[in-house]
């Protein structure tokens, strides 16, 4: 599984993008469940955000769901911070 | 005597998001009483003006500041002693700041608990308190210059969350109050350092009850553009600087020790605020020349500012002086005079600082000055 997050807006302005592979990963199970979950609770398209709030694109083997700051589910958040650390 | 507040809250360049925010109800602290104008600057922007590479330039620079920090720390105190024994209830005090700061604890639940009230003394958090000083020093600037009473010209309460989730590389609006994120130390440091940063998220919420101007596109560049511009105006009177002395950056003092570069955006030089093997090069346009067209970031929104930023730049380096008194009152006419649609693109804009400017200051330099900087940035005002 592959999943990609894209991080736009911000009061930098500054775009971020990592992906985390899961394959051969020891914690593949933990990553797919996760991401899962996330698509499941994901919006389609991008939501408004609030000033200078970050805006996120969650793409997971090609289905992409969106969501913004402040308003994120826990697994939204969880996941997009587990990405961006980890992910290249 | 309750009003619904407006809370600031920073979030430092992290990759978290905030998991929720709700408004909530704040009601006026009724036993102490704070001064009317209780600005202390920052100890960044000291630290900041002290470092410049010329000592030519440094050493007065920090005479100035440390003799500015000065007065306005007697000032206080003179108006502390002075002050009397009761508060009167916040309707009954226009011109003064309702304050209150909350900490997160690097949780994501807003405002977090309340750290610092008005009146208040200073806390052992430094967060907490440059929070405070900010948002009594965007709360003046816009009384004094403006005449203009806290956010919603009624006296809105001001509450910011500080310490929001952990590393949090951001500062945001929620549409009701600031969050302030620490950085995550290597990128991006705490987002209280800047006095302009708070002056700039707080300007987001004069917009929203003035112009309410979309957050997309053109609208939504000129609604970054304002922060920006008011966001420096708060720094500016804070320092006591003139337009020529003056750095005219955004987000001086947030770049983390990794990144080269001297603040996120220059109105001056946009384009030029940074240079960074991680972060990238600024994509600042200055003039409509280079206008980047783009989905992200809102359709651009913290890109395509640099234009009608360096258009106001060129105004009150033109007009020389304060910035915040002739340049300043001519933006702040056309974002509040109620003439402003909220889908206005540029040229909406610079046609109503034209009129306004008329209005204000008949056929003089103002009015010259204002047509010259757009033409210059390539902005139409016909």
Not at chain 2, 180 to 208: K, P, R, S
Not at chain 2, 326 to 342: S, V
Request: hydrophobic letters at 35%; glycine letters at 12%.
């Amino acid at each position: 599984m592959r999943i990609q997050v894209t991080r736009t807006g911000g009061f930098a302005g500054i775009e971020r993008r990592a992906e985390v592979d899961t394959s051969g990963r020891a914690d593949a199970h933990e990553w797919h469940a996760l991401a899962e979950r996330v698509l499941a609770g994901g919006h389609e398209a991008p939501p408004a955000g609030v000033p200078d709030g970050f805006s996120y694109a969650i793409t997971v083997d090609g289905t992409t769901v969106y969501c913004a700051d402040p308003r994120l589910t826990e697994e939204q958040r969880g996941l997009i911070s587990r990405v961006l650390k980890e992910g290249a | 005597m309750t009003n619904t507040s407006i809370s600031l809250i920073l979030v430092a360049a992290g990759d978290k998001g905030v998991t929720q925010c709700h408004g909530f109800l704040m009601t006026a602290n009724p036993t102490g009483h704070e001064p009317v104008f209780c600005t202390i600057v920052p100890p960044h922007l000291l630290d900041k003006a002290a470092q410049s590479g010329d000592p030519a330039l440094a050493g007065p620079a920090r005479r100035t500041l440390e003799r500015d920090a000065l007065e306005r720390t007697r000032r206080r105190l003179t108006t502390v002693i002075g002050a009397p024994a009761m508060l009167p209830p916040p309707e009954a005090s226009p011109g003064k700041p309702h304050r209150t700061i909350y900490d997160a604890g690097h949780l994501t639940d807003l405002p977090g608990t309340k750290v610092r009230g008005e009146s208040d003394k200073p806390v052992t958090d430094a967060t907490v308190n440059r929070a405070y000083a900010g948002l009594g020093a965007t709360f003046e600037l816009y009384l004094k210059a403006y005449g203009r009473n806290s956010i919603d010209g009624s006296g809105l309460p001001l509450n910011a969350s500080v310490h929001f989730d952990r590393d949090y590389n951001n500062a945001f609006w929620n549409g009701e109050q600031m969050v302030f994120g620490d950085g995550d130390g290597q990128l991006f440091l705490d987002f209280t350092n800047a006095v302009d940063v708070i002056g700039h998220e707080l300007t987001h919420g004069v917009t929203q009850h003035t112009a309410n101007l979309t957050y997309f596109g053109q609208p939504g560049a000129l609604n970054e553009s304002v922060s920006d511009v008011f966001g420096s105006l708060i720094k500016q009177y804070a320092l006591g600087q003139s337009a020529a002395d003056a750095d005219w950056l955004i987000g001086a003092g947030l770049l983390g020790p990794r990144v080269t570069g001297q603040a996120l955006r220059s109105m001056k030089a946009p384009g030029t605020a940074y240079d960074d093997d991680e972060l990238g090069k600024d994509p600042q346009p200055a003039t409509m020349a280079d206008y980047v067209q783009t989905s992200s970031d809102n359709g651009g929104v913290h890109i395509n500012s640099g234009i009608p930023n360096h258009a106001f730049y060129l105004l009150a380096t033109a007009l020389g002086g304060n910035a915040w008194e002739r340049a300043g009152q001519i933006w702040y006419d056309a974002l509040t005079g109620g003439e402003l649609a909220a889908d206005a693109d540029f040229a909406a804009f610079a046609q109503l600082t034209v009129k306004v400017a008329r209005d204000r200051y008949q056929d003089g330099a103002e009015l010259e000055n204002v047509l010259k900087a757009w033409q210059q940035v390539g902005v139409p005002t016909q």
